[in-house]
DNA sequence: TTGGTATTTAAACACTTGTTTAAAAAAACC
DNA sequence: GGTTTTTTTAAACAAGTGTTTAAATACCAA
């Protein structure tokens, strides 16, 4: 008979592979990462990948579908929270910067594997069906209805904020070769332009000449 | 003794197998993309990739040289155009919408093999110095000077010029799945976008108060 | 300790990868 | 015509891929 697994000795193994396939997946990509890299990375036997998870696409859909969680959870957070709308905006943006600031790889990354295989963001419409839900959209169009804001569709405001914060980070090796940045010097940039972009946006949607 | 090579009847597979490549290369990166789906998709033998280009390796870096070429070219035309900065800001915008309209892959592409291999980069540093060279930086600090434009750096205004028209197309499969559309929707979107954008940048440079 | 379970390992599996070979077919030249 | 060169082909190559196997080790309750 089977014995409740005890995973804290296991968990730790299993964990350790997660976490290093995360990275590893995070920057070379489905395609370009191995079993072998994933392996190494994790200090641990090949065949223990497919010991925990059953295989390298198993593997791979966890980490992924977590990754989606991660990427619009706190988005959809901020949009329910009760504060105006200009905050709100504000602080959108705030947060997307802050998110890949700290997984620069994050928005490539899911771009990237949505496009090679639309398929995987199936089981994530949860997430996208909260979007739509949210306190944002009826806000923006009470807002437009009061003529406080430009009358303009929440289709259009949120690649607004995020294309902005975004293609910093997608496009950061290119940036950094192109005006011949350090990493120093490329901080100093993203953060300068994430307050631009706060500016650009919430100027444009709330400073507007009513007619 | 060699004779000079009558290109007429090889150029044409040759050719082929360009085409076949960068359409293949531009849908599954470099290492998604294999030998035997290039010569599947050209329709030729599998050792003919190696006859004419030398390896996967020589093949791409000619069709990656080229695409990087596409996507700096005629941005760097129009920012040495004689014309108002306003008017440039416009046109580089609607020049970068129509580019990825025809090549909807291209931003994405390019920005991961650079982030993948930064080094592909190197043989392209001669495109992005005519960048730095161009007229439009200093015509921006004139128009700066002047009192016509908001004190901003280039190296802010270019990326924001370009995040929010390549975002459209680099999240498209994204974009799609959360709104719902299909491709007719889609289209319909992103013309909306691009005059939204065009409108929202000129407007947050030229359109400012002045202290 | 002992026996049974969970974990880890080295080795091998079948298959795909990029690349090469050597022979066949086509073309070009005299 | 015949000969040489270029182009194309099928077949094979060694190395790398994801995955499995079967044996070894670690763990733990009885």
Redesign the interface.
């Known amino acids: 008979m089977k014995k409740p697994m005890d995973c804290l000795s296991s968990k730790s193994t299993e964990l350790r592979i997660r976490e290093a396939a995360e990275r590893v997946f995070l920057e070379?990509?489905f395609?370009?990462a191995t079993s072998r890299d994933i392996a190494e990375a994790a200090g641990i036997n090949i065949a223990l990948t497919n010991y925990y998870f059953r295989s390298k696409e198993k593997l791979f859909m966890q980490i992924f579908e977590d990754l989606v969680q991660l990427f619009f959870n706190g988005m959809v957070e901020i949009m329910n929270k009760p504060i105006s709308l200009r905050d709100k905006i504000a602080e959108l943006i705030e947060h997307d910067f802050q998110l890949l600031k700290n997984n620069p790889?994050l928005s490539?990354f899911?771009?990237?594997e949505?496009?090679?295989n639309?398929d995987r963001?199936a089981s994530c419409?949860g997430v996208?069906k909260e979007?739509h839900h949210s306190m944002f959209e009826q806000q923006l169009q009470h807002e437009i209805s009061l003529g406080n804001v430009r009358p303009?569709k929440a289709?259009?405001v949120m690649?607004?904020a995020?294309?902005?914060i975004?293609?910093?980070f997608?496009?950061?090796?290119?940036?950094m070769?192109?005006?011949q940045m350090d990493e120093a010097a490329f901080e100093d940039?993203i953060n300068?332009?994430k307050q631009?972009?706060i500016?650009?946006?919430t100027?444009?949607l709330f400073d507007f000449k009513k007619e």
Chains 1, 2 share one sequence.
Request: hydrophobic share 50%; charged share 15%.
């Open positions: 070379k990509g395609d370009g790889n490539n899911i771009m990237n949505v496009h090679r639309p963001m419409i996208m979007i303009i289709l259009h690649p607004m995020f294309a902005n975004q293609f910093l997608i496009g950061k090796q290119m940036h070769k192109m005006w940039f300068q332009h631009i972009v500016d650009m946006v100027s444009y």
